[in-house]
């Protein structure tokens, strides 16, 4: 679950033209905002957004399956991992990382109903 720090001043680069960018290390991983919203993760240098219905084809039809933090048997997260080509153009990250912030602030609990 180790995180380079070379890899993740390469994946914060990457994603500064999708917005601002803050990081916080947590349980072996590293933990992405965007504009303040969690959407992203870093786990084993390996950059995983978050999906849903609107973005989870795009990562499907790349070979890219979901995260499964505890192994191939184990729970599935709703992240997953970025195919290379998208990491390797910023550009093209950034639209991918803008639809995961779009994601989760759309996850995000709205308050308590009484």
Not at 21 to 26: A, D, E, H
Not at 36 to 41: D, E, I, K, N, T
Not at 72 to 77: A, F, Q, R, S, Y
Request: charged share 25%.
């Amino acid at each position: 679950m180790a995180v380079s720090s070379e890899f993740l001043d390469y994946v914060r680069d990457q994603l500064t033209p999708a917005g601002r960018v803050t990081v916080r290390r947590m349980f072996g991983g590293v933990g992405i905002y965007l504009d303040g919203l969690f959407c992203a993760l870093i786990d084993d240098d390996v950059l995983y957004l978050k999906v849903d219905d609107r973005n989870r084809d795009a990562f499907l039809a790349a070979g890219c399956g979901p995260f499964r933090p505890t192994g191939p048997d184990g729970m599935v997260m709703n992240y997953h991992p970025v195919p290379a080509h998208v990491l390797e153009d910023a550009d093209t990250l950034a639209g991918w990382a803008r639809t995961a912030r779009q994601v989760a602030a759309d996850a995000k609990p709205k308050g308590r109903r009484q």
